[in-house]
């Protein structure tokens, strides 16, 4: 079973920089894409951004383009995010995803989540 954990969410100002990282367990990382996800309170799980296993291929959100960021260390399993100049729409819970069939910005191309870190962005 593969087992994701983030980690790196917190309470920031507007204007702010978190950076959230998810490590994930087994041998087969370097294959899958990684996305990260977020559900504000009372609205449906969002795309956020999307990376490929050889960080070829990156996708975002419109609403997080030059922003946010997606980034991936395949010999340590990990996949980040780094985001700056945080918005309080911005405030949600984030979720990484790993996708063994591929690269996608819908939830269903993800076979694994993890629990989710809250990020708070006060105004």
């Known amino acids: 079973q593969v087992q994701l954990v983030e980690s790196g969410g917190g309470l920031v100002q507007a204007g702010g920089s978190l950076n959230l990282s998810c490590a994930v367990s087994g041998s087969s990382f370097r294959t899958y894409a990684m996305g990260w996800f977020r559900q504000a309170p009372g609205k449906e799980r969002e795309f956020v951004t999307a990376?490929?296993?050889?960080?070829?291929?990156?996708y975002y959100a419109d609403s997080v383009k030059g922003r946010l960021t997606i980034s991936r260390n395949n010999a340590k399993n990990t996949v980040y995010l780094q985001m700056n100049s945080l918005k309080p729409e911005d405030t949600a819970v984030y979720y990484c995803?790993?996708?063994?069939?591929?690269?996608?910005?819908?939830?269903?191309?993800?076979?694994?989540w993890g629990q989710g870190t809250q990020v708070t962005v006060s105004s």
């Open positions: 990376i490929s296993g050889g960080s070829a291929t990156i």
């Open positions: 995803a790993a996708g063994p069939r591929g690269l996608g910005r819908q939830p269903s191309t993800y076979d694994y």
